[in-house]
Nanobody, 124 residues
């Protein structure tokens, strides 16, 4: 019953912006921290950003600090990732996940109920 659906990916030139959305259903969205992860071809899934259940605490991978902003709208059961100043190395499939347990967690092994992902491609 738990479902996460990512959207908003696409092709953009370096320096451009995209806004990703993750629509959640099947669970009490406001009770869970949520995370964004990405996976490039041939690489492991990596942490991008995390937001606490209430939205007051956010964390980012060093590679995206200052460029990406994670946010959530609990009334809409949606988490967002605003991506600015995109670089070719940001190219990947982006996934959102539901954090398991309490505390601040950054490993994909600590998240569950992944969506299908949305492709982000940044051209030089």
């Amino acid at each position: 019953q738990v479902q996460l659906v990512e959207s908003g990916g696409g092709l953009v030139q370096a320096g451009g912006s995209l806004r990703l959305s993750c629509a959640a259903s099947g669970f009490t969205f406001s009770s869970y921290a949520m995370g964004w992860f990405r996976q490039a071809p041939g690489k492991e899934r990596q942490f991008v950003a995390r937001i606490s259940s209430g939205g007051s605490v956010t964390d980012y991978a060093d590679s995206v600090k200052g460029r990406f902003v994670i946010s959530r709208d609990n009334a809409k059961n949606t988490v967002y990732l605003q991506m600015d100043s995109l670089k070719p190395e940001d190219t990947a499939v982006y996934y959102c996940g539901q954090q398991r347990g309490v505390g601040r967690k950054y490993s994909p092994n600590e998240y569950a109920c992944w969506g299908q992902g949305t492709q982000v491609t940044v051209s030089p």
